[in-house]
């Protein structure tokens, strides 16, 4: 174990010192280290009377653990405990962390630990000194600034209190919720390495790390601000310089922002920086979540230093009378679910994967927003939304009650923390400003718009007690379990609705709410199944389940029946799907589908071929679901579905049997699993008949066993294998070694023939930068105006004014190249005073021959591609778009007729809302013979122009 140990502390040493090593091409990040920290903890449950902040502390008896970590592991059923809401005990525990590394840094470098949440107090201490106390909040990040404890290479000693104790001034403690408040160190931790001059953590003031807004957001153009704060911790001012660069889907380069200032010692500055964006634009919605990077990187003294990057989108979004919700100018309904992001047996400690694949099946599903019930929850699965296209309302954690001012600081604490660290994430339109269930609260309303005046509030209401429409916030947010009143005026959303595995109680909902204009959002109770504790005790009776059973996903994250409605409403492709029998039962065979009407078949015979559900509660759904009248007892059933008489898609299932065979899955099938404990896989084991159908019903106790390296996550204490069965799925958790590898799962039960799978694990690099890189292609886009002399050049571009009749020439300076103009007639320049259109500056002036062909050719461009867009508009003249282009470089000759500017115009000073006439071009060169773009007018006798272009190089 010792060995090791010594070979983790080294890897980490040497990740420090090579995190500048293997970047992608163009990515610059100065002194600044992000060290995944995640793996090899020592861990205790319990106080000691001898604190084990002390050096010399022996924990040599404490068990080895990684994070994200569950100090208790617990049975499906919360071990059936006898608790209330409230928590008083229950993973009411003091939890102990200490981790030996060796740090290695230069003398003049910040070192920072950054924690992404734990519950619910955190102290820290260093080589035996106290560095600090956090206890505002279980679900928001911070950080500790360690540099005045550590000792440069050699080894250091981090040991963490995570106390979970029960609260008057945590929220969401002490008051009552429905769910669970669970314990330990749950998500990620990072050491940060960087120099003095640095860019400072978001959540650390109003004005600290990085703000990213959107002013304008237009169709063909957006503009974008940039705020970065530095903060110079040098004893001396610093002459600093930043350059931020805004890089598209591609990585390309399409915008560079360069500031210069002077930062006093011991003193923030912050630099405001803004740039349009024109070329390669994309809007961002649920249908294309486009994402731009922000790259910055901050010089001192012309060195760079430090750096930090941040995405973002170009996206608007309004509450209009009679429109609702509208996005990009859109009216948009939304459709989604309440998260909680707990799983069963391992509470919150839910590794990265799991967050980005739960996002994913939202997705795949068709939902468009996911309220993050009823807390901050994780950066990963946030940015999953950003990258899938899922709209988000997060809010900090309360539930019905509240405290008193002491406890109302800290939520106000913990509220600009949540905002402050995911203010630039697209995927956010929405934060709570109510407590759930009671209401707007003006103070969570102030503290909300204070800090991002650009989204909406909800109100988090309830149709029981409280203002009956948005009061003080924007949105009036409900909860309809039932059949509720419409405000009278209020932009409503449905926050929480009821949910059933059928999708019955989903489909009116969901109906209901869109019959009216200014409702423009349901969510249902619940995206996936969760533990909760009691409301109350009453002669040892509980009340309810500890397990929840009408989430969209199971606990374990399966779909049940609802989810394919989901798919049917709400995804474009034709989807037909007959439902198990949880939910074709009691004579009604359910069926989703996008189609216009469907066929059902049993054994081959046609039972009815109808359209959609005629029912009063699903007349405001794209596609209710079908319902057919049959006492399925046996044999197979087809669904098709037709669209206009053509039919589209089928689906089959065989009325399921006897319990025959076991059938073993992943829960995550495309993406790495990494060894070393932090990340996770579900194995989930199948009860098929003989016909390969899932049998629902089945009981059959599945014993899992392991071999290689990997290991299944149970103490033996929770039930966990030999597993139970939910609907005929058993599932269990399985993590890997220390090392890579391969890992062998079966699955077996009496009777039954048993399977049998192997998955393998990877190695985790716990460099994150290095893990998040992506290059940075950082070539030039040169925009050139070609006009006579008092030309009126378009705003940023270059100009080339000229009067030389033969063969002019032009330096680009970008590419150390340069351009001539050739043509065997004489050249001509004009200069004109404008004309209506897009690039109408450029588009007004330029050169041209009477008739005959213009070239344009290019010397001296590094070997590689390129793309040109060369502009063609007649000035005066007849306008014509029958040009031929006549392409040589290293590849030979090409020529075409260009379509690249479909529909005519017929104004010579007006091209209406579009560019001048243009011709796009790709091109190669060896780098050492020159390009030549030949344009000739297929027309004879006419004049051919060039107005100006635009050239770039692609990867």
Known sequence: MFKNLSLIILLISCSILGQTEGLPVGYEIGNRTKLNLNSNWKFHSGDFIDSPSNLEFDDNSWEEVSIPHTPKLFSYEMDSIKETWVQKN?????????????????????????????????????????????????????????????????????????????????????HRTDYVKYAGLYRDVYLVTTNKLHVNYNWEAFNAGVHITTPTVNTNNGTVTIKTTIKNENADSKQSKIVTQIIDADGYLIKELISNTEIKAHTTYTFRQSAIIEDNY???????????????????????????????????FSLEKGKGFVLNDEPLFLIGA????????????????????????????????????????????????????????????????WGNDSWFSNLESATRTMIRNHRNHPSIIIWGAGINHRGPVPRMQTVAKEEDPFRLTASASSPWNAVKNEGITDIYATMDYRRTEFPENAFTMVMEHGS???????????????????????????????????????????????????????PYRLPKP???????????????????????????????????????????????????????????????????PFHWKSGKLKAIGYTNGEKLIEFSREKQ?????????????????????????????????????????????????????????????????????YNGVASIYLRGHQNPGNITITAKSSKLKSAKETISTSYYNPNEIANNALAIYDFPITRVDLGGEK???????????????????????????????????????????????????????????????????????????????????????????????????????????SDDHIVDYYDNGNTGERKPLSIKSTFQTDGNHSVVLKFENKIEQEAIWLNGFVLRRIK
Not at 133 to 157: K, M, Q, R, S, W
Not at 688 to 716: M, Q
């Open 282 to 316: 994309h809007l961002w919605s649920p249908d294309t979540p486009y994402l731009y990077r922000v790259h910055s990187v901050i010089y001192a003294n012309d060195e760079p230093v430090d750096f930090v990057e941040n995405t973002f989108g170009f996206r608007k």
């Open 90 to 174: 229950y993973l009411r525990d003091i939890n102990w962390y200490r981790k030996k590394l060796k740090i290695k840094a230069n003398p003049e470098d910040k070192i920072f630990l950054e924690f992404e949440a734990v519950h619910n107090a955190t102290e820290l201490w260093v080589n035996g000194k106290k560095v600090g106390h956090h206890a505002i909040n279980g679900y928001v990040p911070f950080h500790f600034d360690i540099t005045d404890y550590v000792n440069l290479n050699e080894e250091n000693t981090i040991t963490i209190k995570a106390d979970n104790s029960y609260s008057q001034v945590i929220p969401p403690d002490p």
């Open 791 to 897: 030309q009126l050049v378009q705003f940023d571009w270059l100009e080339w004014t000229g009067n030389t009749t033969q063969n002019p020439q032009y330096k680009l300076v970008d590419y150390d190249a340069s351009v001539e103009i050739n043509s065997d007639k004489s050249i001509n320049w004009e200069a004109n005073n404008g004309m209506l259109g897009d690039l109408s500056f450029m588009g007004s002036d330029g050169v041209y021959i009477q008739e005959g062909s213009l070239s344009l050719k290019i010397n001296g461009l590094d070997k590689g591609t390129y793309q040109i867009e060369t502009f063609h508009h007649a000035v005066k003249g007849k306008l014509n778009n029958n040009i031929n282009v006549r392409i040589t470089d290293v590849n030979g000759v090409f020529s075409r007729t």
């Open 562 to 628: 609802v989810y394919y409605w989901y798919q049917s409403e709400l995804v474009h492709k034709p989807i037909v799907h007959i439902a198990d029998e949880t939910a074709s039962k009691d004579g009604k065979v359910r069926v989703y589908s996008n189609c216009q009407e469907v066929a059902l078949y049993h054994n081959d015979k046609l039972i009815s071929k109808q359209r959609p559900d005629n029912d009063i509660t699903k007349s405001n759904l794209n596609h209710p679901s079908f319902t057919f």
């Open 500 to 554: 059933s595995p059928n999708a019955e109680v989903n489909q009116f909902h969901i109906s209901r709410y869109k019959s009216n204009k200014n409702n423009f959002a349901a969510i249902t109770w619940l995206g996936a199944d969760y533990n909760h504790l009691q409301p109350d005790i009453v002669d040892d009776q509980w009340k309810r389940d500890f397990m929840t059973t009408y989430g969209v996903l199971s």
């Open 338 to 401: 309440n998260r909680h992001q707990n799983y069963p047996n391992i509470g919150d400690a839910v590794p990265n994967s799991f967050h980005y694949n739960e996002a994913l099946q939202y997705k795949k599903a068709g939902l468009n927003i996911i309220r993050l019930s009823h807390y901050t929850q994780d950066d990963a699965f946030i940015n999953a939304c950003d990258e899938l296209g899922i709209l988000i309302y997060e809010e900090p954690s309360t539930w019905i009650e």
């Open 657 to 725: 049997g006897e319990p025959h065979h076991l059938k073993i899955e992943f829960n995550i099938k495309d993406k790495p699993f990494y060894a070393g404990g932090s990340d996770l896989r579900i194995v989930h084991a199948y009860i098929l008949d003989e016909n390969d159908e899932v049998v629902t019903n089945a009981n059959n106790a599945i014993e899992f066993s392991v071999s290689g390296d990997g290991e299944l996550l149970d103490n033996g204490e929770i039930y966990a294998n030999p597993a139970k069965p």
